[in-house]
Each structure stands twice: as C-alpha cells, then as structure tokens.
C-alpha cells in the first residue's frame, strides 16, 4: 500500500511537470518578442518585395516625399513598415508619430542614430530622424528585419 502511494506521488508530480513544460495551445497572446520565422524558416515572404539601397530587401509598402513636412505616421505591421521609402532632403530632420497596427511587438531602429524604439500591440511612440547628407539610411525592427521589416530615409536627388 504504501508503495503504491509513493508510485502515485512520483506519477503525480511528473504528469505536473510536465503540463507545465508543455504547450498550453493559447493562441498568441500578443507578447511574441521574437520573429515567428527565421531567413531558413518555411514561411517566405509573401509581400511585394524591393532591395534598399544597402541591397537588404524589404516588404515594399508605399513611397511617400516628405520634403515639405515636419513629421510623418509611419505604421508599423507585421513584416513591413508603411510608408517604407521615405523621401526628404540631405540633413531633413522629421518628427515620426510610430504606431503598431500588428499583431507582435515590434521596432523601429536606425543604425548611426542612436534610435531602438519597442512598440507593443497598439502602441504609439514619438521619434525624431534625420535624413544623411545624400543617399539613404535604413531603418528596420530588430525583431523582424530578416522578414523583410525594413525601410529607408532616402535623400532626393
């Protein structure tokens, strides 16, 4: 008798453990901090893609000339920014009212800039860029970027 009680024990505590190892099923609750995918992941890119001017490609969502503003929306998706070129003038500093309409967290990074804002679910955050004294910077989430979630502040020419 007291055997089996042990043997119950020790089967308890492991069907315990493991439930909590396991997968619970949820659907994705929104905090995903890491890309659903990586560059050898099953799950191409299925947006128009371009290539930057880095030769990165990115998920091409728009072009938008902001030579004549001072701030701009720019959406952050899932796998894409909108717009992703962004068109100003050799040292144009510009106000960018991000927000995330997807589904995961996402970032907005410019290398050289000193920029690495996060931005959950619905979030909204305030950055302030400037354009380089000719070509283009790309900006990109750190989490996504292999996704194609890429852009670019292009100067005009």
Known sequence: MARNIRLLSVLTAF????AACGDNGDADDGNDTEPEATEDSPFPITEETMNLTDGSEA???EEDDVSDL???ELELDDNYFEPTIIIGTAGQELTLNLFNEGGNIHNFSVTGQDI???LREGGREVVEVTFPESGAV???CQYHAELGMRGELRVAS
């Open 15 to 18: 069907l315990l453990l493991f």
């Open 116 to 118: 690495s804002q996060d």
């Open 59 to 61: 998920n091409f969502h």
């Open 138 to 140: 790309t900006f990109f």
């Open 70 to 72: 001072e701030e701009l």
